[in-house]
């Protein structure tokens, strides 16, 4: 059988998780998943209506810090995806030397193979 959440525990699983992210002032715990009232302190636009239970499984809850964390992890994918990594340790590029996709570019459209 499952253990009991209470209040205090689930006060406790939050903070250890967020921090003081949230303000948990508004909540009226009946269960672990009956829907609390909590607010972003980040973004105190609306309460965000959650279970605890999601809560502690998710990014919290705020669509606005979810929009901000989903546009960080798309630019270090991008910066990771465009850096320097793909050259091989220790290859320095000769000044004037051209890349090898725009060989291949140019020799694909001088074949017409494109």
Known sequence: MAVRIDRDTFLQR???????????EEIDYRSY????????????????????????????????CLRRYRQQAMEAAVTVAAGP??????????????????QAEVSATATGSW
């Open 14 to 24: 939050a903070l250890e998780r967020f921090g003081h992210r949230y303000s948990y």
């Open 33 to 64: 998943r009956t829907p609390v009232k909590i607010r972003c302190l980040d973004h105190p636009v609306r309460l965000i209506v959650i279970t605890p239970e999601r809560h502690l499984q998710t990014t919290g809850g705020c669509k606005y």
């Open 85 to 102: 990594g793909d050259r091989q340790p220790g290859a320095t590029q000769q000044p004037g030397a051209a890349q090898p996709w725009a």
